[in-house]
């Protein structure tokens, strides 16, 4: 029942991949399938869901959100993944508050303290950190 509510709820993400992840709680998927929370949690403890796009554990598919274009929100994860593949794209080096003007043009809403967190958690550095690094690799930047 819990796996069966999580690919409903996240139908975007299995068509579209990561960036149509959704925010998701546990006490949604509980409210939908009549369990108690700590029912789906222990339920998606330690369980995984083979499917097109890889192995994930189901705790994955659970993610706070923030605001987004529509007003239906996005999943940090799906903010995370347009934030990488922004910086993985970039010639000149991206400041924050550039990729917050980057990711507002691709329907996000987001505080630059927001991008740097998240760029923080997925281990990249801050533009001045990326453009010493450039220089240090021996790339113009």
């Known amino acids: 029942k819990v796996a069966a509510e999580i690919v409903k709820q ?11 992840l ?20 222990r339920v ?4 995984y869901l083979l499917c097109e796009r890889g192995l994930f554990e189901l705790k994955y598919f659970f993610s ?3 605001a987004a274009e529509g007003g239906e929100g996005a999943s940090a ?3 995370k993944a ?9 010639t000149e080096i991206l400041s924050d508050d550039t990729l917050v003007d980057l990711l507002k043009e691709q329907g996000f809403d987001l505080a630059r303290r927001t991008v740097a967190k998240y760029r923080e958690a997925m281990g ?9 690094q450039r220089a240090i690799s021996g790339k113009a930047a």
């Open 22 to 41: 959704k925010p998701l709680t546990r006490a949604k998927v509980a409210e939908a399938i009549e369990m108690h929370e700590s029912t789906v949690s």
């Open 64 to 66: 706070s959100g923030v």
């Open 124 to 132: 990249i550095g801050s533009s001045i950190q990326r453009r010493r």
């Open 44 to 47: 998606t403890s330690n369980k």
């Open 77 to 79: 994860e799906a903010v």
């Open 10 to 20: 996240q139908e975007g993400f299995f068509r579209e991949g990561v960036r149509a």
């Open 82 to 90: 347009a934030i990488g593949k922004l910086i993985a794209a970039e």
